[in-house]
């Protein structure tokens, strides 16, 4: 008996179904839109601060990434409340992380209570013997300047190593971790003119230990190690982490026991916020001014010879550029012109937006290409929040 094949008709009368159905399926995919944020992002919203909670969330989720390297911890406030804070493994809010070049806006601090205390001079000479002697030209840097990364002191600060290994000769590289580890302001402070004082921005990890130095030789003036450190650490806690709330932060001491001001405070995410809010309020906590207002806004104003920095602290402005390659430091064109940030190698950021009552604290370990993708998505979040441009 033959086999009976269906009609012609019939079969054609089955592919149009089928394509409608394939297609319905393939539109219905693409008006999904982007995937939901994941459960963890969910979770670390209280508040959305204005922005829309799925976007936010996604955008958490960017920064918690692997193409990051290693996010440790996010923290956003908005009116002085955390709305938004997330940690990565093995990471707990108590946790003191590392801020690297963060530690510059800490010493800035610390010698601003010293200038109001009376102990040092804004304007005068920076009080270092070796450069007071007759006929040195290294007795014209100011404090300043110092402040204003534009001593003119030779300075190399690329060559960088995560690890700490000696990945390349820089200035900053010795300092930290060759040559002048043991005395690292001994070290800072040989390094000859390179430009006339105050002429030119140089981006500058020795300055910062220069700074520290000079905040050490007023507080403990026999230059015994032990003595210096003890010095320095109860002012630094009575008088800038204690006044700002920021109970967990530390501070890291060479052997002649000077505070590595450009690298070594370590404190909780939630107290590197408590900086950011402390740097946006203007130095008061509260309604009490712990800071004279006028020192902050020093912090806070461009310095003559790099708009993108004032004193210790990243100012969201055009054409401020990084030593390193040139990149924009901050995120003009995407935040509002008064953003603000202290900024620490492989990735740190506390960054303060007035504007949007906005303080946004990203710690983690990053290399840096991975660092701009950072940069990047952080210049999103913020555009996310009301107030932005």
């Known amino acids: 008996m033959p086999v009976r094949r269906p009609p012609l008709i019939l079969a054609l009368s089955v592919l149009p179904a089928l394509a409608l159905t394939a297609l319905a399926g393939c539109g219905q995919d693409a008006q999904q839109g982007p995937p939901p944020p994941s459960a963890e992002s969910q979770a670390a919203i209280k508040d959305d601060g204005g922005a829309s909670r799925a976007a936010l969330g996604r955008a958490i989720d960017g920064l918690f990434a692997e193409d990051l390297g290693r996010t440790q ?35 800035a601090l610390m010698v601003g209570q010293l200038i109001s205390d009376g102990r040092l001079r804004l304007n005068e000479s920076a ?30 600060e690329s060559g960088a190593s995560a690890t700490g290994g000696p990945a ?16 690292m302001a001994a070290y800072a402070e040989a390094q000859p003119l390179e430009a006339p004082a105050g002429a030119r921005f140089v981006e500058s990890a020795a300055t910062s230990v220069i700074l520290s130095d000079l905040a050490a030789r007023v507080l403990s003036p026999d230059r015994n190690p032990d003595r210096r450190r003890k010095a320095v650490g109860d002012y630094l806690r009575t008088r800038v982490f204690a006044p700002i709330g920021m109970d967990s932060a530390t501070a890291g001491y060479d052997r002649a026991g000077t505070m590595i001001g450009s ?11 408590k900086l950011g809010e402390f740097l946006r309020h203007t130095g008061s906590i509260q309604g009490a001014q712990i800071l ?13 010879r ?5 004193a210790g602290v990243w100012l969201n402005r055009s054409k401020a550029k990084s030593g390193a390659g040139g990149e924009d430091v901050l995120f003009p064109g995407m935040a509002p012109a008064n953003v603000f940030a202290c900024v620490g190698e492989y990735g740190q950021y506390v960054i303060g937006s007035p504007d949007q009552l906005l303080t946004v604290v990203r710690l983690g370990e990053s290399d840096p290409q991975q660092e701009r993708l950072v940069h990047d998505r952080l210049g999103k979040l913020l555009a996310m929040f009301p107030g932005g441009i």
């Open 306 to 310: 790099n708009p993108g920095y004032g």
């Open 73 to 107: 911890a996010l923290v956003i406030m908005k009116r002085g409340s955390v709305i938004a804070e997330r940690y990565g493994a093995g990471i707990k809010p108590e946790t003191r992380l590392e801020g690297w070049g963060m530690g510059e806006c800490v010493t």
């Open 127 to 156: 009080p270092i013997p070796d450069w007071q002697r007759p006929g040195d030209p290294r007795g014209e840097i100011t404090l300043k300047q110092l402040l204003q990364m534009r001593s003119g002191l030779r300075h190399s």
């Open 292 to 304: 004279p207002r006028r020192w902050v806004q020093f912090m806070l104003e461009s310095s003559p």
């Open 263 to 273: 690298a070594a405070v370590h404190a909780s995410a939630r107290d590197w916020a």
């Open 168 to 183: 390349g000769q820089s200035d900053r590289m010795r300092m930290l971790y060759l040559d002048g580890r043991d005395d």
